[in-house]
C-alpha cells in the first residue's frame, strides 16, 4: 500500500528471522489450557504509530469481506475483534507470549497482534512497518473467513483423526489464507491504493517466505514432509490466484494438492 519502503526487502529479512513464528497460522496454540479470558468487545485504542497501521489495514480488510462473504457464500459474515497485547495475553486457544508474533485464535474468533513484537520489527530490523503489517492483517484475517466458512474446524478434526495427514492440511490452510490476501490485495489495487509494482514485490515476496527457502536460508536441508506453510512455488502460485481472479471460491488448495 501507498507507504514508504518496499515489501520484498522487508519480507525476506522477515522470513530470515522471525519465520516461523510470523504468520504462525490458526492453530499454533494448544486448546487444552484456555488461560485467562481475551478482553471482552474486542476495543483497541488506535493511539500509537502502529496500532494506527493495524487498525487502517484491519478496518480495510474488515470491510472487504463484510461485502465479500456474503455476495460469495450467503449468509453474514461475522466480524473478527482485533486485539492488541503486549509481552502475553490469555487466549481461547491457550495462554500466548509474544514468541507467537501475530496470530489468529480459531477457538475465540480474535486476532492477536504484539504491538511489542512489530515495533521490535520496525526498530531492530530497520523495518518500515506499514506494509510487513497490511501483509500480515490480510493473512490473519484469511484464517478468520476460514473459521466463518467451518474451515478451521473441519481441517483440525481431519488432523486429529489422521496425524500423519496434519502438515499436508496445515499447507492447505496456509496457502488458502495467502489466496484469500491475494483476492483482498486485487481489491485494494482496483481501489487504487497500491502503489505501480506492488504485486510484483509482493510475489517476490511470497516466493521469500515458502518453507523450502526457509530452510536453505537457515542451512537445513530441505524437507517437505516438515512443510506447515507451503514451497515459494506454491506461496506463489496461491496469492497469484487469488490476486489474478479476485474470486475467493477460486482458492481450493484442498482440492488441487
Known amino acids: 500500500m501507498k507507504a514508504g519502503g518496499g ?15 510470523l504468520l504462525g497460522g490458526s492453530q499454533g496454540l494448544a486448546t487444552t489450557d484456555p488461560g485467562p479470558a481475551p478482553p471482552a468487545g474486542g476495543e483497541v485504542a488506535c493511539d500509537t504509530e502502529i496500532e494506527q497501521i493495524l487498525c487502517g489495514a484491519v478496518d480495510d480488510v474488515s470491510e472487504y469481506w463484510i461485502v465479500e462473504y456474503p455476495r460469495q457464500w450467503g449468509g453474514q459474515y461475522r466480524e473478527a475483534d482485533t486485539v492488541f497485547f503486549s509481552g502475553a495475553v490469555g487466549t481461547g486457544c491457550g495462554q500466548a507470549s509474544s514468541q507467537m508474533g501475530p496470530f489468529y485464535c480459531p477457538a475465540d474468533g480474535l486476532v492477536y497482534f504484539d504491538t511489542d513484537f512489530l515495533l521490535q520489527m520496525q526498530q531492530q ?19 478468520h ?46 481501489r487504487g491504493l497500491l502503489e505501480q509494482g506492488e504485486i510484483q514485490e509482493a510475489v517476490a515476496a511470497a516466493e521469500a517466505v515458502g518453507d523450502d527457502r526457509i530452510q536453505r536460508d537457515a542451512g537445513m536441508s530441505v524437507d517437505s514432509d516438515t512443510f506447515t506453510h507451503g514451497s515459494s512455488e506454491q506461496r506463489v502460485q496461491w496469492f497469484r490466484r487469488g490476486y489474478d481472479t479476485g474470486d475467493p471460491k477460486r482458492c481450493t488448495t484442498f482440492d488441487e494438492l
Do not use: K, M
Open 7 to 21: 515489501i520484498l526487502g522487508l519480507i525476506v529479512v522477515l522470513a530470515a528471522v522471525f519465520l516461523p513464528r
Open 125 to 143: 530490523l530497520g523495518a518500515v512497518g506499514d506494509l510487513a503489517a497490511q501483509y500480515i492483517v490480510a493473512h490473519e484475517y484469511g484464517h
Open 145 to 190: 473467513v476460514q473459521n466463518v466458512l467451518g474451515v478451521s474446524t473441519e481441517v483440525s478434526r481431519l488432523q486429529q483423526q489422521d496425524p500423519a495427514q496434519a502438515n499436508q492440511l496445515s499447507v492447505a490452510l496456509e496457502l488458502q489464507a495467502d489466496c484469500f490476501a491475494g483476492v483482498w490485495a486485487r481489491s485494494a489495487d482496483q
